[in-house]
């Protein structure tokens, strides 16, 4: 951000100048007042992004001054400055809003530590309105999200190949939405209209996968008691999509490759020969090659349902449409819910940027979801995502690997300072920030809090 606005409210010259000269180290436009009723008209006239203010003001005091300028509509950060002892006003000042305090007579350090804080914060709600910006221009196919390169190339595919009949395989690791694609292809084709029909290959056995597929006969088994249709043939005129292909038998796999060269097939127990002409789209979270070597994928078939193939990448490899993704489920399950939940605080979003994502986007949805149902506030914070998420987000791939080749006092020592960074950064995390209210939860002085902050290197 720019030079940050800064309004020093004290009646002391002496005070007010201090003030200024310890600071001279940030990018600030600093302003003073030395009384209460100027100190509001300037906070009304000059929108000041941070006021460090004394509580003790002749006539209108600091406290006062605290829960009228919190109630501006544009609210700044307040840091108060307390009298030495007076404990329960800077507890009554905390209550009203304010951002932190400091007790006089104060350490200059401490002051530089407490406004660095408050700027850092100016600076992520600043990349959080950028965000927001950038989030309205957001692009994507229908329910497909994403402004990564790689996403933009399956849009072009997609786009591509639904004018045509022509078959795609569609391949990505479960969770990242092949369905999706595939109804988004139907959805652009000539065959929109018509259904889509989608069957989970390996949801059921052999014996039950074929009945689906093709319907079956009366009789033809056991609890057959009438005929009934089969996937295919209700995929008629439409579009049939083979879920998870990889796991279906040898045996159904040369029947479904008959349906597709010839458009052909027979229901169980029937005799009749009925032609179908669906379009067939196939997914699989196997690498079909890799199958095709142990024997248990037809090569034939392969390059049948092969013409076009539409790799979805993982959603770690695609992480800057995650702040996409996560600003539309939130809305979409806060009206789903009737929840007032309006956004996310750049801290959690920053966990999720972290996390490894190994079930893709159906694990970042579901996350989203249950944040929003027990979500209090009307901003999603750390707190409000699952610990295994916070905790696991910390740790980067292959760190205990790292460990082993260490001697034991080292590796202790390295996973010892790992915890201590992850544990304090979550409680700073859950008390937004806060020196003082992390201090207190965690029944240390602020001051040791502070030597350990600096030690470990956690802003």
């Known amino acids: 951000m720019d030079k940050a606005q800064l309004l020093v409210v004290d009646d002391e010259p002496a005070s007010r100048y201090g003030i200024k000269k310890a600071l001279t180290q940030f990018k600030l436009n600093i302003q003073e007042a030395s009384e209460g009723k100027q100190a509001l008209e300037m906070i009304s006239q000059l ?12 006539g209108m005091d600091g406290l006062a001054v605290l829960t009228e300028a919190t109630q501006l509509n544009y609210s700044p950060l307040v840091i108060v400055i307390t009298a030495y002892g007076s404990e329960k006003i800077a507890v009554e000042a905390m209550k009203r809003g304010a951002y932190d305090y400091i007790a006089k007579p104060f350490e200059i350090e401490d002051l530089r530590l407490t406004v660095a804080r408050a700027l850092e914060k100016l600076q992520l709600k600043e990349e959080n309105l950028q965000l927001r910006s ?16 790689a996403m933009r190339k399956v849009f072009d595919l997609i786009e591509k190949v639904s004018q045509s009949d022509i078959t795609v395989l569609i391949q990505g690791e479960s969770g990242t939405g092949k369905e999706l694609v595939a109804r988004e292809i139907h959805h652009r084709s000539s065959r929109f209209g018509n259904a889509f029909i989608t069957m989970n290959c390996a949801a059921l056995p052999e014996n039950l996968i074929e009945s689906e597929l093709f319907g079956h006969e009366k009789g ?70 890799t199958e095709m070597e142990k024997g248990n994928f037809r090569q034939d078939l392969y390059y049948r349902l092969k013409v076009i193939d539409i790799t979805i990448p993982p959603l770690r490899e695609r992480r800057e449409d995650i702040p996409i993704l996560v600003e539309h489920y939130i809305k979409e399950f806060a009206e789903r819910h009737n929840k007032e939940v309006q956004g996310i605080d750049p801290d959690a979003l920053k966990q999720i940027m972290e996390f490894h994502w190994p079930g893709n986007v159906r694990q970042l949805v579901n996350i989203l979801e249950r944040a929003v149902v027990l979500a209090a506030r009307p901003i999603l914070r750390t707190e409000d995502l699952p610990e295994d998420l916070i905790i696991r987000s910390g740790f980067s791939e292959g760190f205990l690997d790292e460990l082993m080749h260490l001697p034991f006092k080292e590796a202790k020592e390295r996973i010892t300072t790992h915890f201590m960074k992850e544990y304090l950064t979550r409680k700073l995390h859950n008390n937004q920030g806060n020196i003082s209210h ?3 939860e965690l029944g240390i002085h602020r001051q040791s809090l502070q030597m350990m902050l600096r030690r470990l290197g956690i802003k």
């Open 438 to 440: 992390t201090a207190a």
């Open 134 to 149: 950038e989030l309205e221009k957001r692009s994507g196919i229908g329910r497909i999200l994403g402004q990564s390169s």
């Open 47 to 58: 929108n000041p992004d941070l006021v460090i203010l004394d509580i003790n003001l002749p």
């Open 220 to 289: 033809a088994f056991t609890g057959a008691v009438k005929q009934r249709k089969g996937k295919f043939e209700m995929a008629h005129e439409g579009t049939i999509f083979l879920d998870e292909i990889g796991d279906m038998s040898l045996n159904t796999q040369s029947k479904v490759l008959r349906v597709l060269q010839e458009k052909k097939f027979e229901r169980l127990g029937g005799n009749e020969t009925l032609e179908v002409d669906a379009r067939i789209i196939s997914a699989t979270h196997k690498d079909l090659l």
